[in-house]
């Protein structure tokens, strides 16, 4: 029997934390005016793609001490510009990226909560763990906590969360005009929560949302973040593109998912992928040589080289040779804030590849970093690319792609209008939206707890009556 056809996501990341746009192209607009947001959603919501997605940079990164202004860096609040879009949009999923090393889980719970119901069942919460103490600065706590203790942490933090959004059921509010009664069961939104991480009690106040709970991604590419996706998220954001690799990450996590009574179907791949497009096949692979040349300036260049050498080069011609000097190890990187530094676990090792590489091809230190950083994941014409992304779909490298344009707001305008007919065409991918909320549009389930089967009130809450007080009260500590 042959295999179904799949039908592809396609989710529209926003860029703003990373150096994959190009801001100084005379076409890029601002990343923080509210029209480039409307702009970018838009054309991802009449090219009916899934979602929107929201990365989160929680601190100026620096290099040597001063901003590192070669990239974006700075963004309006996550929350704000979702809960904004949400009233000039109508279908379109609207995911954010919120840490779970320097919030609490009633605070996230509510802003999802809310973002649920302003956008109609929209919303979804990509889950990540904030890895060092120069962004920990920043907070109340300082410092950062062990990689392990993140994850033992980010696990309590995202079931304590769905505890509070599970504490209504969502039948409660009867609203009864004749009898006066407003709350059909006193018993809404209690909770308690003794952990590890933390001990809370109380009332949830934002009734159950449309989708009955945030859509949950998660991002982490190591064994813990494997699993951690595979027990509780309904997306995993792959940072695994090509075909190789793709489908040895999409079995290795859809595999995991029968351990905790879950189908492949429940959990779904996406990775991020950026495009060039161009009349012709020749014509993008130019293109797309430019573009890369524009995202790795000669000053762009020296800078990543620093991320692996841990030390000022700023004294080396990035049309020269590489650097004579060797590496210096540490935890104290010279790039502070910069997720990217921890790709290098052996920088010696790296460097002697990377000489090897730049003396077989006569590369200077920007050939270098063009040829081994992040490149255009689909190149070519609509055809062709439009055709590449349904064979790895189909091929099961992932169920769909989060596209990254270059240019802001306007880099996902030829794409909605000249590959997503092809896919259309093609079969493969919607033209209208069948459903109203993202977990419709993503083939998820909605999460109910049914009455019948919910744990009764734990016995330190007084019951409460409708002329009571709403707030718990506990008899005993």
Known sequence: ??????????????????????????????????????????????????????AEGLRLREQGGKIYDLDVVGRPDTFTVLAALAAVTDRLGLTGTISSTFNEPYEVARQFASLDHLSGGRAAWNVVTSWDAFTGENFRRGGFLPEEERYSRAKEFLATTIELLESWQGDEILADRATGTFLGDARAGAFVHRGQHF??????????????????????????????????????????????????????????????????????????????????????AELAHEVRRSQVSGATAVKQLEWVWNRDLSSYDPDGPLPDVDPLPGENTVARGRAQVRMYRDPRTTVRQWRELAAANNWSIRD??????????????????????????????????????????????????????????????????????????????????????????????????ARQDADPVPTDH
């Open 368 to 465: 270098l970093v063009i040829h081994t950083g992040n490149r255009q994941t689909f190149v070519g014409s609509p055809d062709t690319v439009a055709a590449t992304i349904d064979d790895f779909v189909q091929a099961d490298v992932s169920d769909g792609f989060i596209l990254v344009p270059h240019l802001t707001p306007g880099g996902l305008d030829g794409f909605a209008d000249r590959v997503v007919p092809l896919l259309q065409e093609r079969g493969v991918f919607r033209t209208e939206y069948e459903g109203t909320t993202l977990r419709d549009h993503l083939g998820l389930t909605r999460p109910d707890t049914p009455r019948a089967v919910r744990a009764d009130p734990p016995a330190q809450w007084r019951p409460v009556t």
């Open 1 to 54: 029997m042959s295999k179904p056809i799949k039908q592809i996501h396609l989710a529209a990341h926003f860029p703003g934390v990373n150096n994959t746009t190009v801001w100084s192209d005379p076409a890029a607009g601002s990343h923080i005016d509210f029209s480039s947001f409307v702009h970018f959603a838009r054309t991802a919501e009449r090219a009916r793609f899934d979602f929107l997605f929201l």
């Open 199 to 284: 001990d809370i009690q109380g009332r949830f106040n934002v009734p159950r949302s449309p989708q009955g709970r945030p859509v949950i991604f998660q991002a982490g590419d190591s064994e813990e973040g494997r699993e951690f996706a595979a027990a509780g998220a309904d997306a995993v954001f792959s940072r695994y593109a090509t075909l190789a690799e793709g489908q040895a990450f999409y079995a290795d996590v859809k595999n995991r998912l029968a351990t905790y009574g879950r189908g492949h179907e429940d959990l779904l791949i996406l990775p991020a992928a950026t495009f060039v497009l161009g009349d012709t096949d020749a014509e993008a």
